[in-house]
Nanobody, 119 residues
Framework: QVQLVESGGGLAQPGGSLRLSCAAS????????MGWFRQAPGKQRELVVS???????DYADSVKGRFTISRDIAKNTVNLQMNSLKPEDTAVYYC?????????????WGQGTQVTVSS
């Protein structure tokens, strides 16, 4: 069973930065897609960024130019560097991974980490 564990959330001031990490129980190289989603109170979960094993990256328009996804193969983590944070970035952030076996896609989620942007 794949496990994803997020860390690095917390409180930041507007304009500040936070770095989230997602540690996977399996090799991150084995996943076809890894990324981050977020869910604010009263809203649906939304894509923040996804990165395929082929290297293509898809950022939500709201975070382009401010957030950066990266992989650390040595530490087996996927990271999200969040700069120029805004109050509207406040949400629970979830790590997401997808893998394909045969014709079936499998999706995995972490437990989430809270990010709060407030002065």
């Amino acid at each position: 069973q794949v496990q994803l564990v997020e860390s690095g959330g917390g409180l930041a001031q507007p304009g500040g930065s936070l770095r989230l990490s997602c540690a996977a129980s399996g090799s991150i190289s084995s996943f076809a897609v890894m990324g981050w989603f977020r869910q604010a109170p009263g809203k649906q979960r939304e894509l923040v960024v996804s990165k395929s094993s082929g290297g293509s990256i898809d950022y939500a328009d709201s975070v382009k130019g401010r957030f950066t996804i990266s992989r650390d193969i040595a530490k087996n983590t996927v990271n999200l560097q969040m700069n120029s944070l805004k109050p509207e970035d406040t949400a629970v952030y979830y790590c997401n991974a997808k893998t394909k076996r045969g014709l079936t896609w499998y999706t995995y989620w972490g437990q989430g980490t809270q990010v709060t942007v407030s002065s």
